[in-house]
């Protein structure tokens, strides 16, 4: 009885098999959190360049004087869309999907929801004060789902609270 205990522990078939099923797994999650890594880096790259398009959109559509002759006041307000020319140029900058971005604007840390609001809200930035400090800047924030292929358990920091999110500020001059 004692031979036949010592064969069946010397007996080295399906080995491999066991082998396989053990580092499998460890095998999978690792190319699962390659990919993911890959796929949210991708996505927080796009992010970015959408906030960066979006924020020299934004400033560049400040209300200013201008030589159209229906635009003569100080700050032709009426005459500008910063909040609608911007929101399309990010939306435009990426390949994402444009109805799960989020895009907020603000001007000296009060949100802009609409052309309105936004050029008048640059307009007293750029004209109340004279003198450039931090109140006086814009900012464009981006926000987007990630994707998750591998619990958030296992690695915590990859998407915090579930988004990906980019703030450019820059001052109004």
Request: a negative charge; charged letters at 10%; aromatic letters at 10%.
């Amino acid at each position: 009885m004692f031979a036949r205990l010592l064969d069946v522990v010397r007996d080295r078939a399906g080995a491999a098999v066991a082998e396989f099923a053990i580092v499998t797994p460890v095998l999978m999650a690792g190319l699962l959190g390659v990919i993911q890594f890959g796929i949210v880096y991708y996505d927080y790259m796009l992010v970015e360049d959408a906030a960066q398009v979006g924020e020299r959109t934004f400033l560049q559509n400040r209300p200013f004087s201008t030589t159209n002759l229906s635009c003569t006041a100080a700050c032709p307000t009426a005459c500008f869309t910063p909040y609608s020319s911007t929101v399309s140029a990010v939306q435009n900058a990426t390949n994402l999907t444009v109805g799960q971005l989020a895009i907020n604007l603000s001007v000296a840390g009060t949100q802009c929801t609409s052309d309105a609001s936004c050029g008048t809200a640059l307009c007293s930035a750029y004209s109340t004060t004279g003198s450039y400090t931090a109140a006086n800047t814009a900012s464009v924030t981006v926000s987007y789902p990630c994707l998750t292929l591998l619990p958030a358990s296992w690695a915590p920091n990859i998407c915090k609270f579930g988004f990906l999110t980019s703030t450019i500020a820059q001052r109004v001059d």
